[in-house]
């Protein structure tokens, strides 16, 4: 099984819905991130948090909420989505030596 | 702040040759990482290497490389005996000991050609 995974892995939405993504780990890590890629470009940091009391903005974080409810669990939930949201998500975790281990991704598409 | 850059949009090596990927960085930090991720059609990131900037030893992963010039801040990957499997993005990307943020280039596509 995946250590962090990603549901949905898909999504269409419509302009103004809200929409929950969700994101799981079983590798135990307290550190968790949502990042954002567009096409042909890297990763750009959304959220992270340290800890379940612990939620920090990144640097694209306007249009964006996170919720976690557990050590294991980080959701990311767009409250009114634009088209200007579509792109690929992922969730991360981090280990005691800075490395980032990445979930499959979430496509999503605004209409 | 961090930047990452990487100047290669594209990359092409033959089957079994060798490649070098490009990423040169800037960051105020005296503490920090760097790594390089894979990202093949299936969207997934794979991390191919990491590397400690307080170590001058050049990190390995069996095929994968790379060449650490931490005064030129530069962090190139080399792949040997590239293989088809190889083909994907490759991003480099970095971040401070503090880990707030992981830092990434724009992006290589490396093709391989059999």
């Known amino acids: 099984d995946a250590d962090v995974t990603q549901t949905p892995r898909n999504r269409i939405t419509k302009t103004g819905k809200r929409i929950m993504l969700e994101c799981s780990q079983t590798k135990g890590h307290d550190r968790m991130y949502w990042y954002r890629q567009d096409p042909g470009l890297g990763l750009r940091l959304i959220y992270y948090?340290?800890?379940?009391?612990?939620?920090n903005k990144g640097e694209i974080s306007d249009g964006y909420s996170v919720s976690r409810q557990a050590q294991a669990k980080f959701s990311l939930s767009l409250e009114s989505a634009i088209p200007n949201q579509t792109a690929l998500y992922f969730c991360?975790?981090?280990?005691?030596?800075?490395?980032?281990?990445f979930g499959p991704g979430t496509r999503l598409l605004v209409l | 702040a961090q930047t990452v850059t990487q100047s290669q949009p594209e990359m092409s090596v033959q089957e079994a040759e060798t490649v070098t990927l490009s990423c040169t960085y800037d960051?105020?930090?005296?503490?920090?990482?760097l790594f390089w991720y894979k990202q093949p059609p299936s969207r997934q990131m794979i991390l191919v290497i990491r590397?400690?900037?307080?170590?001058?030893q050049n990190a390995t992963e069996n095929r994968f490389s790379v060449n650490f010039q931490k005064a030129a801040k530069s962090f190139s990957l080399k792949i040997s005996d590239s293989q088809l499997g190889d083909a994907a993005m490759y991003f480099c990307a970095c971040i401070n000991n503090a880990g707030n943020m992981l830092t990434f280039g724009g992006g290589t596509r490396l093709m391989v050609k059999p």
């Open positions: 590397q400690e900037a307080y170590k001058q």
């Open positions: 960051t105020s930090e005296s503490d920090y990482y």
């Open positions: 991360a975790t981090r280990d005691r030596k800075e490395t980032q281990y």
């Open positions: 948090s340290f800890d379940v009391k612990d939620i």
